[in-house]
């Protein structure tokens, strides 16, 4: 009739490690907070052309908005190890 399958699959139980959780929280916001912040000094720069600190600001907001990627893409690689690395 039915065949019992010869093999049992043992699925391990994997929970999240909420350490690292939070460590992937904290480079989310701050990610958020330079994605805020990289464009608002952006708009100044370039609304202020002709003031003696034009470059100044424009290096720090281009700075600014590539630590917002980083910290983004840091921070969903921490919050997925968390979630799915197997702890050794």
Known sequence: MFDWPSK?????????D???????????????????????????AFSNKEKPLYIPILLVAI???????????????TIMDSIFKKKS
């Open 63 to 77: 700075i600014i908005c590539s630590l917002a990627i980083y910290f983004a893409f840091k921070g969903i690689n």
């Open 8 to 16: 049992i699959i043992i699925m391990e139980d994997h929970k999240t």
């Open 18 to 44: 909420k350490d690292v959780l939070v460590k992937g929280l904290k480079k989310m916001g701050l990610s958020l907070l330079a994605m805020f912040l990289g464009p608002f000094l952006l708009h100044i």
